[in-house]
């Protein structure tokens, strides 16, 4: 089963109360109580958001966290790198293989393919479309079959 981390999910929840308020910085503890997360989690989050260059940091009396760039310009494949690495659905999908066996493997391609256009989806998919903030372009290929185009001639004529 492919599934995002818990972690990875309250991560989310984070950067989209950060996205709610992007001329503020909030604090770990402001976050916290908007998000209902622990603090230790937050806290945690926030960090490997900072060190992904997600989020910027502020110390001081007026100190906070806020996002490093707009919401529609954090994908939802920076996320998930931030927290869990990069994206890899197979052991030969990642970056830094280490599978005895994809030289004599015979499914190992197709796999790559899988999780390169599971890598564009989420790349495509931004932290303003996560939060509601944007809306998200829905791919319906049942439609894609009937839309053809207009066929060129006199107006008014098929």
Request: proline share 5%; net charge positive.
């Amino acid at each position: 089963m492919l599934r995002i981390s818990k972690l990875t999910d309250y991560g989310t929840m984070v950067l989209a109360c950060l996205a709610t308020r992007p001329d503020q910085r909030l604090t770990a503890a402001a976050v916290a109580e908007r998000t209902r997360l622990g603090l230790p989690t937050v806290s945690k989050l926030l960090k490997s958001f900072h060190r992904a260059g997600i989020v910027t940091s502020t110390r001081g009396a007026h100190g906070g966290y806020q996002l490093a760039r707009p919401a529609t310009g954090i994908s939802a494949a920076e996320i998930i790198d931030a927290i869990e690495g990069p994206v890899a659905i197979t052991e030969c999908s990642g970056h830094h293989s280490a599978c005895d066996l994809e030289t004599v493997c015979s499914t190992g391609t197709a796999w790559q393919r899988v999780n390169a256009a599971i890598r564009r989806s989420l790349d495509e998919l931004s932290l303003a479309q996560l939060s509601g903030q944007e809306a998200v372009a829905v791919w319906r290929p049942e439609l894609t079959a009937v839309i053809r185009p207009m066929p060129m001639g006199r107006p008014g004529r098929l």
